[in-house]
């Protein structure tokens, strides 16, 4: 079956702009995750969705980062006025059980 | 703060020995999660382990976990090149969100 998608799978962008990276996941998983990837920091958590229960938000480095999930399904998190420590890939993931099935991600630049 | 330790980070073997990585943790938990990433690729997942004692093998990967310990392992045995990749042990928070804490991972290379 079809798997977590996120979009664009590439992305560069001037420092100051705002950036939106989508990610669908895998039909009929109530829970959702976003993560970055990172050399300085490794693999951090950003934000979780459950249902229609408010976020948890903890993991999110600032409040340039916002993220929302629509219908319960699609979720786009935004960067604002991006900086060059945003460049990352951040990683998406759905979860069924105990489980959570990671997308491809997308590779932000910031430059 | 949970925190995840890996070692070692870099491991470089010859094809056909057995090694082994370790995954400590700092404070409790029952869930542990190991994922295989290659270079530019997402997190493929390849064990899960629940419980203390759990012990879970595919092919020449075996994961254990010692939760009195805050300890799990990932055995190689008979490694071959097709393994080459970064190893992540993740380990799952207490409280409602699951969310993942991770290791910082370990790049193994194996050498024909």
């Known amino acids: 079956g079809a798997g977590v998608s996120q979009s664009p799978s590439n992305k560069v962008t001037e420092k100051g702009k705002d950036v939106e990276l989508r990610c669908d996941p895998i039909?009929?998983?109530?829970?959702l995750y976003w993560y970055r990837q990172s050399l300085g920091q490794g693999l951090e958590f950003l934000i979780y969705f459950q249902g229609n229960s408010a976020p948890d938000k903890s993991g999110l480095p600032s409040d340039r980062f916002s993220a929302e999930r629509t219908g319960g399904s699609v979720s786009t998190l935004t960067i604002q006025r991006t900086q060059q420590e945003d460049s990352a890939v951040y990683l998406c993931?759905?979860?069924?059980?105990?489980?959570?099935?990671f997308g491809p991600g997308t590779r932000l630049t910031v430059t | 703060e949970l925190k995840v330790e890996q070692n070692p980070l870099f491991l470089s073997m010859q094809e056909g020995k057995n090694y082994t990585i370790y995954c400590n943790y700092s404070?409790?938990?029952?869930?542990l999660y190991w994922y295989r990433q290659d270079p530019g690729k997402s997190l493929e997942s390849l064990f899960v382990l629940l419980s203390n004692g759990a012990v879970k093998q595919e092919g020449r990967l075996m994961a254990s976990l010692d939760t009195k310990a805050r300890l799990s392992t990932l055995h190689i045995t008979a490694a071959v090149h097709d393994l080459s990749a970064t190893y992540f042990c993740?380990?799952?928070?207490?409280?409602?969100?699951?969310?993942?804490?991770f290791g910082q991972g370990t790049r193994l290379t194996i050498n024909p």
């Open positions: 993740a380990v799952e928070m207490v409280g409602g969100a699951q969310k993942l804490v």
């Open positions: 404070t409790t938990s029952d869930r």
């Open positions: 039909s009929g998983h109530t829970a």
């Open positions: 993931a759905s979860r069924s059980g105990y489980e959570q099935y």
